[in-house]
């Protein structure tokens, strides 16, 4: 294609399909090193707002479709898309924290861990992603389902507003206020959003002063007996508390890469009080599981810092990724036992599976007007992670295979 026009109306970098940078580029579009061989016409990493501006404009005047690339953690590469015009936000990563109003102006590309660097130094905190290098951008507008989710519901109730570049090129505020149907989509839509988001509008909450975690190291062996525990120890356990359960190896809280796999529940209280930590973790001691637990940590303080760092583990980068995540109203014994048991005959010692089970909402909450949706009392994650590219038919092919045995458990899910 002809990218004139697009050098002339962006002060970006601008390149093309046939330059030579533009494989190593293209390839830099995704965190996921498994990549789809898809190939955007062009590639534009914006420096500006005004180059988004721009460069929609000369799409438009061109008839080609636009894909967005913020953070690139799309697990089946959305930015990539054939003979699209990709807009990297890569360069639009300011913050701006007003501690006094308790909300912040961010860019699409800042990360959860680059925010709570902002907002910790003031006691403030957001509901951040899990997983540190995910950034805001399609987080948010995914609905984003993040930490202590039970308290704050999903981190898009959060969005006070956004600035978009909407599909004829303009750039506007939407909000309940102004441009309200975009303001609705815009919370949930997720890839499917119809505009270009260069800014977050954000609602900050008080950061609770006295997180702590406790956690259990079982064999995978007892792994139907985990869970079958699980939602009776969810029930038990109050709305500030967010339960996980993780089966795989290599975590740093339980065993060193390459160790046996196990089976680790855990428990992180939100809440400012120690003593009320104490209390809320409370449930985790009376655990019916028989055999003593290979390892127990019991109300260890902890921060938002030191959860990205464990999740960080989990979330190898420069590995390869096949994802299969699903929200279940099925019973979580049948669940976990079927995604568990590829996991633990996974070929990658690195394969695992996370499950969160999230307090359902109170039963007198009003369903927020928004267009996430994503809601089922059990969320299940698979993830084959190897980082060998010749092994990809072998790490690869089998763990695809089985995850998509497994759609019929699904409320809600996607396999890639």
């Not at 990218?3 to 190593?24: F, H, I, Q």
Request: overall charge neutral; glycine content about 6%.
């Amino acid at each position: 294609m002809d990218v004139t026009p697009l050098r002339r109306a962006v002060k970006g970098t601008v390149v093309a399909s046939d330059a030579p940078e533009y494989e190593a580029l293209r390839r830099e579009m995704l965190w996921n090193q498994l990549r789809p061989e898809r190939r955007p016409a062009v590639i534009v990493r914006v420096a500006s707002e005004a180059d988004v501006v721009a460069a929609v404009r000369v799409a438009r005047a061109q008839g080609l479709k636009v894909a967005i690339r913020g953070g690139g953690h799309s697990w089946y590469g959305a930015p990539l898309r054939d003979g699209a015009l990709l807009l990297d936000l890569a360069r639009l990563n300011q913050v701006s924290v007003d501690v006094d109003a308790a909300t912040a102006a961010v860019q699409p590309v800042v990360t959860g861990r680059e925010l709570n660097r902002h907002l910790a130094p003031h006691d403030l905190a957001f509901p951040f992603g899990h997983c540190s290098t995910v950034a805001l951008s399609g987080y948010l507008l995914s609905g984003g389902f993040g930490w202590n989710a039970g308290v704050w519901g999903p981190a898009c109730l959060g969005v006070r507003a956004i600035d978009v570049v909407t599909a004829d090129g303009e750039l506007v505020r939407a909000s309940e206020a102004q441009h309200a149907d975009l303001f609705w989509a815009a919370r949930g839509a997720g890839p499917g959003f119809f505009g270009v988001v260069t800014r977050f509008h954000l609602s900050l909450h008080p950061l609770p002063t006295a997180m702590q975690t406790s956690r259990l190291v079982f064999p995978i062996a007892p792994l139907a007996d985990v869970a079958t525990w699980l939602p009776e120890l969810a029930a038990a356990l109050p709305r500030e508390v967010e339960l996980m359960l993780l089966v795989g190896s290599g975590t740093r809280a339980s065993m060193a890469p390459g160790s046996p796999r196990v089976c680790v529940v855990t428990a992180t209280a939100f809440v400012d009080d120690a003593n009320d930590a104490a209390d809320s973790l409370a449930p985790l001691d009376r655990s019916p599981i028989r055999g003593a637990p290979l390892m127990v940590e019991r109300t260890r303080p902890t921060s938002f810092q030191t959860l990205f760092d464990e999740m960080d583990v989990l979330y190898p980068a420069r590995h390869r990724y096949l994802a299969d995540t699903v929200w279940s109203n099925d019973p979580a014994p049948a669940v976990l036992a079927s995604v568990a048991g590829l996991i633990a005959k996974a070929p990658s010692a690195k394969s695992r599976l996370l499950c969160v089970m999230p307090p359902p909402p109170p039963p007198d909450a009003p369903a927020p007007d928004i267009a996430f949706s994503v809601s089922a009392a059990l969320f299940a994650a698979g993830y084959a992670i190897w980082d060998d590219p010749s092994r990809d038919a072998v790490d690869g092919k089998r763990p695809k295979s089985s995850f998509r045995r497994r759609d019929h458990f699904a409320a809600l899910g996607v396999s890639t």
